[in-house]
């Protein structure tokens, strides 16, 4: 039932332009002309995309009731492919060259007869593909918020996440951006009337030996502004384990929060790898520390929060900004439709609060404070940040 049932994966997208106030027969009709066909005949270097009713991967039952829940819509998406395994297309290509020396034993294949394999084995994988022997079918669950003008697409997949989109896009003439660490700083910058120093923003040296920082997943565009992700874990780490487990936020709410479960953590430099944590608090362990003096950043992490008297936890990959496994209470008292409503505005509101903590972080690191927080950062990473408890 993708975000109306269990823990919910999914990267965020803006969505540009005019929002409808409430969904209606209409949109579910454009979903029913962009539901995926029952066909199993296609290309074997082609997917076939389309909608699904949500429910299970064979869900066609498009309807109100189901995918309508006032100011938004839920469904899903099902990519099929056919790709043949490579083990067999090399056993394939065997069988066939075996029969092509069955003449001249012990002889080596001449090039032209390695062609011909070749080709025997391109034409079996295209019929493998048209009569679906190897087809795989994968469904990613979206939510559209059209209140807040947001876009859930279920899943940590890149590809399978840019697919959704494009058919998105194409079906509801959508305008998407996706919405990484960067693109939530641009917005942030943009509305705080602070793009100037966002624009002159580099990645921070923690270790405070002067040299230029280095961030080998970071491709250094003008505008990519996603290494922010993994200052703002740090930062979190360091806020929380010095200056209290509670952020205030610019709505006058609080958010209090921790690390939980997992923690991975990567050299910026690309020298000394990358490692991954599990525990009830990962950064209560010394090896944890001592990935951070060495100048390793956090590049996912297990997190709990509470805000407004709801937990949430969940996984955050932090250049991304994508939420995996996260797991939402919604009230005992709830029955039929109240539960996924109720699981609808819990998703809302740990969007809202992963948002809003950002946003706490972007008014420090783009802000005039930056100086003296980074400095104390250093100051913190040249003792160990906490002992361990017993």
Known sequence: MGFLSGSMTFESFRIGGAQPAHFGPEHVEILQEHAIGESKSFSNDQARVGFLAGDHL????????????????????????????????RAWLQIELAMLKTDSPGRRPTKTQRQEAKDAVEARCEEAARSGQFQRMQQFPVLWDAKNGLLFCGGTSAAAIDVCADLLSKAFELELSRLSSGKLALEWATAARHLGALNNAVPANFRGDGARAEIAWWDGDGDNYDFLGNEFLLWLWWHWETQGDTIKLSDDSEATGMFAKTLTLECPRGESGKGTISAQDPTDLPEAAQAIRSGKLPRKAGLMLVRHGEQYELTLQAETFAVGG???????DAEGRGIAEGRIESLR??????????QAFCERRIGKNWAGDLGQMQGWLTTKPRARRT
Do not use: C, M, W
């Open 58 to 89: 064979l869900d066609y039952g498009f309807d109100l009731e189901k995918n309508v829940f006032g100011d938004a819509l839920h469904f899903a998406v099902r990519i099929d492919t056919s790709q043949v395994p490579a083990a067999i297309r």
């Open 326 to 332: 996260a797991k939402v209470v919604v009230d005992e």
């Open 349 to 358: 509101g740990l969007k809202e609060t992963l948002d809003l903590l950002f």
